[in-house]
Every structure is written in C-alpha cells, then in structure tokens.
C-alpha cells in the first residue's frame, strides 16, 4: 500500500444494493462489502471514498472520477474504465484481472505491488505513479504517460509498452524481458544504459 494515509471517511455505506452512482456525488464516504457488479457508472464522482472489500466485476466506469480514494482487497474483474480521473488514489491488495482503462487521469496514483498481468491501458495518464513492484507481464501499456512515475522493480515481461513515456524507467531496476517498445523508446533504454547509439 501507498504510504498516505487513507482518508477520513464521515458516513458508512455497507452491502450497497441496486447502486446506480450516475451523475451522484459521494464526499469521505466508507463503502463496505457493496457488489457493484455490472454497474453502468456515468459520471459519478467519489471523493477521498474508502471501499473495503468491494466488487466492481464487470463494472463499466465513463467520465467518472474516483478522487483520493482508497481501495482495499477490491476486486475489478473485467471492468471498465473510459475517461475517469483517479488522480492520488491507492489501491491496496486489488485484483485486476481483464481490467481495461481507455483514457483518462490516473495521476499520482499507488499501485505499488499491484498485479496487472494481462491488464489492458491506453492513452493514460499514469504521471507520478507509485508503480514500484508492479506485476505488468503480457500487460498492454500503450501511450501511456509515465513521466515522473517511480517503478523499481517493476516486472514488464512480454509487456507491449509502444508509445508510452519511459523516460523515467531505469532498465537496471525492472525486469523488460520479451517487452515490445518502438524505436524511440528503445534509443531512451539504451542511452539511459549509458551506451551511444550511431547509425
């Protein structure tokens, strides 16, 4: 887990039944044990919320926002996440299976240890991440901005990272075996080994 600190919640929400968070906003609220399966969330707004043990299988997200939240041993099977802001959230004991993010603002974001093998990003913000100890193998990271992001020993095996910023990625710290990168981003790898590249 992220070392900040969860946010102080002012109200409780448990076994959240029919939830339909569209276009809802939601302030420090505690969420716990909800199964938010298959919910169609457009354009709902959680800030500085707590979900403790909370499911979001199959879940599609659309220009939603999840703003300093924290996620504790949640589960996001096959969810879906299109445009949606999750600047300075944490997540902590997740699981990501067939997760998919299209867009959006993930900014700040801890997923230290975090498993997304097999995970599917394009075209997000990751700036500033806490990524260190991530499992990404087979993951797609397309175009994904990761300046700034810190990711020691991340494990990118088999990982197709073409188009995403690595210029802060230190090939000695992660495991890139099998990776897929395009020619920039391998000219950024071995500059950043200390090697010259000449035609």
């Not at 099977?77 to 299976?97: P, Q, V, Y």
């Not at 100890?133 to 990711?151: H, I, P, Q, Y």
């Not at 075996?177 to 035609?199: K, N, Y």
């Amino acid at each position: 887990m992220g070392e900040r600190p969860a946010p102080k919640t002012e109200s409780t929400i448990r076994d959240w039944d029919d939830a339909d968070p569209s276009g809802q906003t939601y302030t420090r609220v505690l969420f716990i044990d909800s199964d938010l399966t298959e919910v169609n969330n457009q354009r709902g707004v959680f800030e500085e919320c707590v979900f403790r043990g909370v499911r979001f299988n199959a879940s599609t997200h659309t220009d939603a926002a999840f703003v300093n939240c924290t996620f504790v041993r949640c589960s996001f099977f096959d969810s879906t996440f299109t445009r949606c802001k999750l600047m300075g959230s944490i997540f902590d004991d997740c699981t990501h299976n067939l997760m998919k993010v299209e867009g959006g603002d993930w900014s700040f974001v801890a997923m230290t240890r975090a498993d997304l093998r097999g995970v599917e990003l394009s075209g997000t913000k990751l700036r500033e991440a806490e990524l260190s100890g991530l499992r990404a193998n087979k993951a797609v990271l397309r175009n994904v901005d990761l300046s700034g992001a810190s990711m020691q020993r991340a494990d990118f095996t088999g990982a197709d990272l073409r188009g995403s910023d690595l210029s802060t990625l230190d090939p000695l710290t992660v495991t890139l075996r099998d990776a897929i990168v395009d020619l920039p981003q391998a000219i950024v790898i071995t500059t950043s080994l200390g090697l010259e590249v000449r035609p």
